[in-house]
């Protein structure tokens, strides 16, 4: 196998990228340092946004660490059931995580019905914590799609754009190539190369810049639960262009319809209706609760 990735429009060459660490003589794949350190750093950007807002941060210690694991088991059970002629064969690969195989949507689910549960147990406000761990969700999500860079996955149809990257087909997976690449594919020095779009980058950036705009509008939101909204309504609108791009799509059974983008789709029907709905009514319950403040303000004296 060969081991350079190349992004040949922008004259970047990286001669050896492996997929794994050797320590002790045990292979440790990139792919978990890098989910390793995004789920660090989200609890450091969940207790402090909790600490900001006046929460418990040891409230978000104990939930995180519960769904953290209900999170990475949520994706990987979504990977699985839309992907299960990889595995009807040899279940036992359903628990290899370093080959990699987690899919965020079932994640978020994951994450949304412990955050539920959480909260009920702990009389916490659920949309408070959303709204918290909104930006956590997004720095994972923009790291950890370097961790499909180490895999050579999450990439686009051909193209010979300015951010094309070139592989190794070797190093890829074969029910990843289409014809297109096959038919554009280009001989050096002895190796078939493909060029693809790098969605794996893509979707990093489209995160990074979602994150940055929460960041700064986090202090102006109106009301409890909106960044949360703010953040599916992105993230989706994002996920729609670019799963149309991806070869890796997981189907609906029994379709050629991508499972992600359908869902994607939703999601942002949905959650944009929601937010244009309470945008609209926002004020107006804003202006009712000062009138019935006065109201019984005067009653009082």
């Not at 992004?7 to 045990?26: A, C, D, Q, R, Y």
């Not at 040891?58 to 694991?69: P, R, W």
């Not at 594919?185 to 060029?195: A, M, R, T, W």
């Not at 489209?206 to 940055?212: I, R």
């Amino acid at each position: 196998m060969h081991y350079d990735i190349s992004f040949p429009n922008l004259g970047i060459t990286l001669e050896h990228v492996g997929k794994s660490i050797s320590v002790f003589g045990f292979d440790i794949a990139y792919y978990g340092i890098i989910i390793g350190i995004a789920i660090l750093m989200g609890f450091a950007i969940a207790m402090s946004e909790a600490k900001r807002t006046g929460q418990n941060p040891e409230d978000y210690l104990d939930m995180g660490m519960i769904g953290v694991i209900c999170g990475i088991a949520g994706a990987r059970i979504y990977y699985v059931i839309f992907s299960w002629d990889q595995y009807k064969d040899n279940p036992l690969q359903i628990f290899n995580l370093r080959a990699g195989g987690l899919a965020i949507y079932g994640g978020i689910i994951a994450a949304v019905l412990t955050v539920i549960i959480g909260a009920g147990i702990k009389n916490l406000n659920a949309p408070q914590i959303f709204d918290t761990l909104a930006m956590a969700l997004l720095n994972g999500q923009m790291l950890g799609r370097w961790g499909n860079f180490f895999n050579r996955e999450v990439f686009g149809e051909y193209t010979d754009s300015l951010f094309a990257m070139r592989l190794p087909l070797d190093a890829v997976r074969s029910s990843d190539v289409t014809e297109l690449m096959l038919a554009n594919k280009e001989q050096i020095n002895g190796v078939n190369y493909i060029q693809v779009h790098p969605t794996f980058l893509y979707e990093s950036l489209w995160c990074l810049v979602l994150l940055l705009i929460l960041f700064l509008y986090r202090k102006h939101k109106k009301y409890e639960g909106e960044l949360f909204l703010l953040y599916l309504f992105g993230y989706g609108l994002g996920r729609v262009w670019i799963e149309g791009v991806r070869t890796d799509q997981l189907f609906i059974p029994g379709t050629t319809l991508p499972v992600s983008q359908v869902l994607s789709a939703i999601l942002v029907l949905v959650t944009g209706t929601i937010l244009i709905y309470l945008w609209k009514n926002h004020g107006k319950d804003n202006v009712l609760r000062l009138r019935k403040a006065e109201e019984k303000k005067q009653e009082e004296n």
